[in-house]
């Protein structure tokens, strides 16, 4: 079964980094684009980077400067380097892949993972 696995969360404080990684598990034949989601309480989920299997990237503006998505195709695995933490960016991170092909299955559509806990505070 393919799955993604969000890890690398945590408690941070402002200002600081936390790098974010999500790695597809089981076989895999090639995935196109992936990105980071976030949520907070209360409110709704916001795209927060892509990244496509070239390398193209995209981020809201709320990160740009602070944040990097980068990823691993070797690995199936992508990460977001997260520096400069504000108590805002406290959200629960979500890892989604639009399209992924497993090797021995048929496309799989719109798969998430199930989230890493960030909280920037004192």
Do not use: H
């Not at 193209?56 to 944040?67: P, W």
């Not at 992924?100 to 496309?107: D, K, L, N």
């Amino acid at each position: 079964q393919v799955r993604l696995v969000e890890s690398g969360g945590g408690l941070v404080q402002p200002g600081g980094s936390l790098r974010l990684s999500c790695a597809a598990s089981g076989t895999i034949r090639s995935i196109s684009d992936m990105a980071w989601y976030r949520q907070a309480p209360g409110k709704e989920r916001e795209l927060v980077a892509s990244i496509t299997s070239g390398g193209s990237t995209n981020y809201a503006d709320s990160v740009k400067g602070r944040f990097t998505i980068s990823r691993d195709n070797a690995k199936n695995t992508v990460y977001l380097q997260m520096n400069g933490l504000k108590p805002e960016d406290t959200a629960v991170y979500l890892c989604n892949a639009p399209k992924v092909w497993p090797t021995y299955s048929t496309i799989i559509r719109d798969l998430w993972g199930q989230g890493t806990l960030v909280t920037v505070s004192s």
